[in-house]
């Protein structure tokens, strides 16, 4: 059980800002947020997590709406190399709790 | 630094037959994960180590499927005998406390 609800596939042009919507509204107060992608024929790479607060990073923002029910990870300049899928994951804090991926949402960046 | 390393890349074998797989995660990381991916799903962790102790194989199918993890470093997954099923992407991942860092994935066909 994935327990986060993610729209099956999504286009953006490229240089355009992509907002991946993800919806978590039975999360508890101590899960994190955590976004993974996966490049075609690559394995699953981190990009950000978060718990109450926006955060920011090199490669995208996770914004967290006050409720904690839904978030939105924001790619700002999407390019062809952002094709991927993308995956939002609730994730018990802690050192060794398992990724439980769901089926994830399609970005394909348009030229 | 060096990414999680897996071989081989791709084994094709009959049914029945037998296979394993080798993973060498990132230094210094002491939790290490196999996960299996079936083509137009998510990973889905079947083993989880902490060093070279289990963590988690509550999914693991412990029939045929088999892992250990070598000092603490290296890991194999082995699966004897192999059924048509079996057939997936197998993915390892290690993390040193908040994020997994996985590696290409080792393509298995079944025929």
């Known amino acids: 059980d994935a327990k986060t609800t993610q729209p099956p596939s999504m286009d953006c042009a490229e240089g355009r800002a992509a907002n991946l919507p993800c919806n978590h509204s039975t999360i508890s107060g101590n899960e994190y947020v955590y976004w993974y992608r996966q490049i075609h024929s690559q394995g699953p790479q981190y990009i950000i997590h978060?718990?109450?607060n926006n955060e920011t990073n090199e490669m995208a923002s996770l914004i967290i709406t006050e409720d904690r029910k839904s978030s939105t990870l924001i790619l700002p300049h999407a390019t062809l190399r952002d094709t991927a899928v993308y995956y939002c994951i609730r994730l018990y804090g802690g050192a060794t709790n398992k990724l439980i991926f769901g089926t994830g949402t399609l970005l394909a960046v348009q030229p | 630094e060096a990414g999680v390393a897996q071989s081989p890349r791709y084994k094709i074998i009959e049914k029945r037959q037998s296979v394993a797989f080798w993973c060498n995660p990132i230094s210094g990381h002491a939790t290490l994960y196999w996960y299996q991916q079936i083509l137009g799903q998510g990973p889905k962790l079947l083993i989880q180590?902490?060093?070279?102790?289990?963590?988690?194989d509550s999914q693991l199918p412990k029939d045929r499927f088999s892992a250990e993890r070598l000092k603490g470093v290296d890991s194999t997954l082995k699966i004897q005998p192999a059924k048509l099923e079996d057939s997936a992407v197998y993915l390892c991942a290690s993390s040193p406390y908040d994020k997994q860092y996985f590696g290409p994935g080792t393509r298995l066909t079944v025929t």
């Open positions: 180590f902490q060093n070279n102790g289990v963590v988690d």
């Open positions: 978060g718990l109450k």
